[in-house]
């Protein structure tokens, strides 16, 4: 097969995800979420879960890497890929379609173009073990598993030492994992048009519970230093209940933050292209032409 991923990206409020379901309902698919804020529990609203999106005619729409974190949990990008290839060998082995839609530009290309990572192994048992051997011991060691030293520091501080030993240890020990080769579909829309779909979804979003939302994860112990790092709606609701923003303040300064990053997301998507990443923009989330894509390229039907 030419493809094993099919992958659905573009910027804030395009739609991604309805489209994404759209077509794995006709594909026989399921999606696993890009998303780095769409993994914790109890953050539904501002993240833009958006859960109904998920039902085609009747039916869920199976999806992966949602409500799987605490909001007091770190997720990153490790934890992504470790739970993108598991999420994806399940879909596999289902005989269905996998999909991945989102918009965190570093997830969606770790995946797509085939990031290294490596788990290094920090415990304390094994940094011990290191900690007895003396500078030459671990030079020695070192050398060992990496003969070719670029970088000579490495070589000079102990503590540089371990680390270096660490890393090298875990790259010879690399996590399992099929190549990814994957269908690209983006979502575009004029940038006026993306300004008028963000001040109009994020008008619902505050009147339909966004800020009692917010209020909750403070009572249930979210810290507002938490909240800043979540950004976007977190941040400036969390400034807000704060007493530091007025609503109308925060309104103006959220709507353009949001705008903000949808044209950091698209500079990404960009970035992905000119580094040899192939996308098929599809105007306004077409369903129609987006089908034809996955039907000719995918799964190489003549349409």
Known sequence: MKYNLITILGPTAAGKTRLASLLAYKFNGEIISADSRQVYKRMDIGTGKDLNDYIVNGTSIPYHLIDIAEPDEEFNLFLFQEKFYDAFGKINSLGKTPFMAGGTGLFIASIVNNYELVKIDSSDERIKQLDILDKEQLKELLLKLKPEQHNKTDLEIKERIIRAILIAESKNNPLPKEKIKSLNIGVSFPREVIKQRIAARLKERLKN????????????????????????EYKFIGLYLKGELTYNDMFQKLNSAINAFAKRQMTWYRKMEKEGTVINWVEGGNFEIASRIIASEYYEENV
Do not use: Q, R, S, W
């Open 209 to 232: 519970g966004m800020i009692e939302e917010v209020e909750g994860l403070i009572k249930g112990g979210v810290t507002i230093e938490k909240l800043l790092f979540f950004g976007l």
